[in-house]
């Protein structure tokens, strides 16, 4: 008996665990997530006693939220599930991640019980949002029960389901239970779209529901027990019905067919009627039958089945004891709202019609795509390997777009088209480790902030192999190592502030192995180069260097700024955005400095504190439209932040006084850039070109990026203001207006402008759209073409457009060029902007580019520029004075940018860093190499100014600086001189040419020069043309034996040497010009010096009495250096 007993039990126990598994397996694929539940409890997981659902915490798929309870005198009402909640007083949007598969259908189901939970008996109104699409909104403010259920079918199209509450109002979201169920895809077929649940019943008299395990898909099966009056009758049995049949795929459940409705009244229909408040909704209707009933012989149950007027199937008999699914293959609409289901009795019916089941759904369209799937793994992979908590990171980072994440924006081209992220700000978040690889797979990218974080390591080589970058901010971090050549070459970098960073290998660490001296002796050059240019930059204020180049400002490769410490770096970051007016008054210093006038008043220069600059626009009293204009842009600007906007920092409004405070930019506007006025150089086509794309990104963020969107209105060149990179920023939006996003497609208002840049469609129709900034934009570009006024009356044709379109007639791009550039572009380019500009100014809006298409086309002409002068870069040498200066300018001594020996500590920087280098010179190069080149300096004159200049430390620093700033100059220049000498002879001459200009071949060719020992040979056998002459006799002992000869070329444009040369190698070019009344005219010449099809620099050789040498180090990419023309 015993034995029995315990067979018995471990029968039992066996059983248990088979229904357990069986039930886990049927659950495969649900997710059914008790929302609030804490993950630590004991409880969870569990089964849900009733249903044998397991439910889990929520915990682990969302990153926000509290949790609460409904009131403890209501839970008894409610099954487990439903007693806890999580609710969200915090952010606008608060998302679960759920991971699906791509593709498959799925159940989607929430749940919401309120029941005073927070005891204010406040009902909550919200919206509920899947992906970035509009689902539902939850509203408990009607007069109902604390309940809430929505539901749909859904397929996702990634593999990834964001389900989002969005406050849309004052009163705070919650969530009972999320749950998620897998369907097959055979069945709910739809044309389009998600299918809502409308309603899914039994006809049943009880007041119950029916659901998993009873249904295989959990479909909640509600009781139509309301209809049961005296309009209907209920039959049921006790017997099983088939419901999993060959012409059954939807499986309802046999506990909704065992019971059906018919008609009190046998000889009329059956009718099931509803009105929607929506008369646009399309619905898709299922109906289920089974005959329950044991028939008479002479029994027949027929009928007709009819849906808003049209018969679905005539003569239908449902099937004993077998489910089947009628259901019409296509959405139907209702007409004004009114939707009627009959079943009609046919009249050879002996049985009034029945109906089972009856599931009702409408058709809910997604029309906003969510973003592109890999762009948002991409982001939420950076999310989480930097830890990223900021509360606005949930959801679809780009739409909608008033919800589009924080530091970020957006290529939104139209709902259809996924979005891509163009522009990620993580500037200033904690970030910490090395620079995620995730970030390459962002490939639309344009704009990557990563300053003012604790980031270490390398800087990666993918940054620089991203096609879509045009600016990228690493400043302010601790990162090392060297910066990849790719992102040099592109000039896209801004490193400032990450001391540990180096340019080139020179500034890493020493390896192990020796170091050979030739390269020793270059980086010593390089060093003392360097900072003889500091010095010349001191002394001659930027004057003309020795090849007379013209100076340049700040290129595209400038942004790359590396220094050796951090300097005080305090952008404005303000918690304050409303000032007193004496605050005012004091960061202007009584409106003391004017530096412009704005759209309504005068603007001053100000000062926050220390470091922080602003720019002042104070309201003028004779402004008509001031007001309405100050409040205008202080609503406007208060939410707009990129990176090619001057950001509004606060404002005042104090009576009749009323200020915005911007931040300063302080290297004014590109009118002025472009014209050279006030001493300002002029800037180069490469820096037109980024100057043109990030003003098109700022322009863009208006139009696609803010919510709602704005429209300029006033775009222009003296509205484009240049940072302390020359960056671009878009400024005064005086004249801005939001426009809708949605119906409407322009703003009728007061026209408004400047002549010339004004869009003549708006000034005809006063209709605004964001094609009216295009239009300006357009203008824009052609200013930055060809330097000429908008309008200029003088002219024949007094408008730019008719005026390059009358120009253009000969087909010859540089008559309409800005002469300033010397023919110094890409015609390639220029082309396709121009194209681009003539484009953005037809007549028709409709015609005219968006600006996202202006962005793309504008990157690849940068693009193109950039392989352009990255190629010529690469064929001359990599430090050129012009280069260096900027190098120096922006980085050597980053307290001493502007480098003026008044400041006691810069005088004691650079003697420290000048004695330093001579210290090293001197023990790597103490060698007898020196010569003279045509200098008075001997070598006696030389080592006594070295051993004056070897000073103490101790030593004032200001008397040693004054006293030997002009013979330190004398040494460094032979230093330099003698450097490239020494390696030359180090290597013994070999692969050396030594060219004596002119030199007839018969002659005594070639010969070893007394002094220095250097091997000269005739030129003949490398140029082709060509005459030969020879100094003035009387100067001939000025003059050292290479110098005398000469050649010159009185005939042709262009004159080339050819010299064979091992490609990939660096080698030292050097060329000396002396003139010397050779040919008895006294005309000191002038002329362009080329390394093959480059502009090497300008020979001028007036007032040059001893002559010029242009020297560079190159890197030859072909065999030949070919053509040193002259």
Known sequence: MEAACRVTVVVLGTLAVLIHLVQAQDQQGFISLDCGL?????????????????????????????????????????????????????GSRNCYNLNVEKGSKYLVRAFFVYENY???????????????????????????????????????????????????????????????????TTIYETVSGSLNLYLRTFFNKSDTYIRYPSDRYDRVWTSYSSYFRNEWIQIFTTLQVEVNNLENYYDPPNAALTSAATPTNSNLPLMINWTSSNVDNQYYFYTHFAEIQELQTNDTREFSIVWNGEVLRRQFIPPKF???????????????????????????????????????????????????ENDVVSVQNIKTSYRISKNSWQGDPCVPQQLMWEGLNCRITDKSTPPRITYLNLSSSGLTGTIADYIQNLTQLETLDLSNNNLTGEVPEFLGNMKSLVFIN???????????????????????????????????????????????????????????????????????????????????????????????????????????????????????????????????HGTLNVYEQVAVKLLSQSSTQGYKQFKAEVDLLMRVHHTNLVNLVGYCKEGDKLALIYEYVPNGDLRHHLSGKGGRSIINWGIRLRIALEAALGLEYLHIGCIPAMVHRDVKTTNILLDEQFKARLADFGLSRSFPVGGESHVSTMIAGTPGYLDPQYYRTSRLTEKSDVYSFGIVLLEMITNQPVIDQSREKSHITQWVEFELISGDIRTIMDPNLQGDYDSHSVWRVLELAMSCTNPSSTKRPSMSQVVVELNECLASENSRRNMRRGRMESHSPAKVSMLIDTGMFPLCSKFFFDSHFCKILFLNVLHGLLRIFHNVMMLNFLSSYASSVSLGAVENTFTNFTIDSKESSSTVLHGN??????????????????????????????????????????????????????????????????????????????????????????????????????????????????????????????????????????????????????????????????
């Not at 249903?51 to 005198?73: C, E, H, K, M, V």
């Not at 293959?329 to 009609?344: A, H, R």
């Not at 502030?497 to 390089?526: E, H, M, Q, T, W």
């Open 322 to 372: 077998s489910a089947f699914s009628l259901y019409r293959s296509s959405p139907s609409t209702c007409e004004g709202g009114k939707c009627s289901l009959q079943l009609i009795r046919t009249n050879t019916s002996t049985l009034p019609p029945l109906i089972n089941a009856l599931e009702v759904y409408t058709v809910i369209h997604f029309s906003q795509s969510e973003t592109n």
């Open 38 to 90: 804490p993950a630590e409890e004991l409880s969870s997981p569990y089964d849900e006693p009733s249903t044998g659902l397991r439910f889990s915490s929520d915990a682990a798929y969302i990153q926000s939220g509290q949790t609460g309870s409904i009131q403890p005198n209501r839970e008894s009402q409610y099954l487990k599930p439903y007693r806890r909640l999580r609710y969200f007083p915090n």
């Open 474 to 604: 690493l400043s302010r971090n601790d990162l090392s190592g060297l910066i990849p050549q790719a992102l040099l070459r592109k000039g896209l970098l801004d490193p400032q502030g990450n001391p540990r960073l180096c340019l080139s290998d020179s500034c890493l660490p020493p390896k192990s192995k020796p170091f050979p001296v030739a390269i020793v002796a270059s980086l010593a050059s390089v060093a003392i180069i360097l900072v003889v240019l500091v010095l010349a930059f001191v002394l001659k204020k930027k004057k003309r260097s020795i090849l007379g180049a013209l100076q340049r400002p700040p290129s595209i490769s400038s942004a790359v700024n590396v220094t050796n410490a951090n300097p005080p770096v305090s952008p404005i970051q303000m918690n304050k955005k409303r000032f007193t007016y004496s605050e005012v008054i004091n960061m202007t210093n009584n409106f003391q400095r004017v530096v412009g006038e704005g759209g309504f008043g005068i603007v001053y």
């Open 118 to 184: 927070d005891g204010l008996n406040i009902k909550p109104k919200f919206d509920l949002y899947l992906g970035p699409n509009l689902w539902s909104t939850i509203d408990f403010q009607e007069p109902e029960e604390d309940v809430r259920r929505v539901e749909m079918l859904h397929i996702p199209t990634s593999n990834s389901l964001q389900i989002c509450l969005v406050k849309n109002g004052t009163t705070t979201p919650l969530i009972s239970t999320l749950e998620i169920r897998p369907v097959k």
């Open 965 to 1126: 700033m002009e013979s330190s100059l004398g040494l460094l220049l032979v230093l330099i001189t003698s450097i490239p000498v020494h390696i030359v002879q180090a290597q013994d001459q070999k692969e050396v040419h030594f060219l004596d200009c002119g030199l007839p071949a018969n002659e005594l060719s070639p010969y070893n020069e007394a002094r220095t020992g250097l091997m000269f040979s005739s030129d003949e056998n490398f140029i082709q043309s060509g005459k030969i002459g020879r100094v003035q006799a009387d100067r001939e002992s000025e003059f050292l034996k290479p110098y005398k000869t000469l050649r010159y070329f009185p005939n042709g444009t262009r004159n080339c040497y050819n010299l064979t040369v091992e490609k990939g190698r660096n080698h030292l070019i050097r060329v000396f010009f002396v003139y010397a009344n050779y040919d008895g005219f006294d005309i000191n010449p002038n002329f362009d010096l080329y390394l093959g099809p480059n502009l090497w620099g300008t020979i001028d050789l007036q007032g040059q009495v001893k002559g010029l040498r242009a020297e560079l180090l190159h890197i030859p990419i072909f065999k030949l250096v070919a053509d040193l023309s002259g």
